[in-house]
């Protein structure tokens, strides 16, 4: 069990070294804006709202996104102090974070929860916003390891977190 835990920490690792590295000045700027509209799920329930209000007025519409979102956020915040893992940059000191540092713990990612629950609860109530929630859902994702905050691993147990809270909600509806 123990080399299989370091051998999935290595290749966390060496995923996120990879997407690290990749850099261009463009694609930065595109990832800095969805890790800050993503934070805590802004992006997400501001999207919600919207289409809440441009199609008809379903209190179900707005508040099973919302109630995804949040759920997903609290599952993850509240999981980071199970965990405890360091980020990237507090592990290995040569790496530069291209945003603000959070202080928080980085597993699982809370960017990746909101950004999962958002895009499934907002496709599976408005399927006309999938083709632009669901990449906007992968960028935010995306974002966390290319600016230097999160591992791999904590991105897809956040996502986990995010599709799992959403579909719960979903199907309770």
Do not use: C, Q
């Amino acid at each position: 069990m123990k080399a299989f835990v370091r051998k999935l920490r290595d290749l966390d690792r060496t995923l996120f070294r990879v997407v690290f590295r990749l850099k261009w000045a463009p694609l930065t700027v595109v990832m800095r804006w969805f890790t800050v509209a993503g934070t805590a799920g802004a992006l997400w329930g501001f999207i919600a709202a919207g289409a809440f209000l441009v199609t008809g007025l379903v209190p179900a519409n707005l508040l099973v996104p919302w109630a995804a979102i949040a759920g997903s956020w609290l599952i993850a915040e509240g999981s980071k102090h199970a965990f405890d893992r360091s980020r990237p940059y507090i592990s290995d000191t040569s790496i530069a974070p291209l945003v603000k540092t959070p202080s928080s713990s980085s597993f699982p990612s809370g960017h990746s929860a909101t950004a999962a629950a958002g895009a499934l609860a907002l496709s599976a109530i408005y399927p006309v916003l999938a083709p632009l929630v669901v990449p906007a859902a992968l960028l935010t994702i995306l974002s966390r390891v290319y600016l230097g905050v999160h591992y791999p691993v904590d991105v897809l147990a956040g996502a986990l977190i995010g599709v799992l809270t959403s579909a719960g909600l979903l199907l309770a509806w």
